[in-house]
């Protein structure tokens, strides 16, 4: 039974940083890919970003590309989102996200707030 842990949400001011974490446990991590999805007030949930297992494969969504890097570090089963130049319209609650025994993982989200 997989399960994911997000921390590292906030409030930050327009043009400032934050780096999510989600940390994994009961399954091989190194093995899977993982994803950032967020989801802002009366949106759909959309993927962010997402690496593959030995991070070497990465995407973006256009809207993040050059502002946002996604990274992982299988020795300790953990996945992050740097994020710089924050936007308010980054504003959303950030998920991480697995798939694997046929079926998806979510974690509980961390709220990304961008205001001044």
């Known amino acids: 039974q997989g399960q994911l842990v997000e921390s590292g949400g906030g409030l930050v001011q327009p043009g400032g940083s934050l780096r999510l974490s989600c940390t994994a446990s009961?399954?091989?991590?190194?093995?899977?890919?993982m994803k950032w999805y967020r989801q802002a007030p009366g949106l759909e949930r959309e993927l962010v970003a997402f690496?593959?297992?030995?991070?070497?494969?990465?995407n973006y969504i256009n809207s993040v590309k050059g502002r946002f890097t996604i990274s992982r570090d299988n020795a300790k089963n953990t996945v992050y989102l740097q994020m710089n130049s924050l936007k308010p319209e980054d504003t959303a609650v950030y998920y991480c996200?697995?798939?694997?025994?046929?079926?998806?993982?979510w974690g509980l989200g961390t709220q990304v707030t961008v205001s001044s």
């Open positions: 996200n697995t798939y694997f025994g046929l079926r998806e993982y």
């Open positions: 009961g399954f091989t991590f190194r093995n899977y890919t």
């Open positions: 690496i593959g297992p030995t991070g070497h494969t990465t």
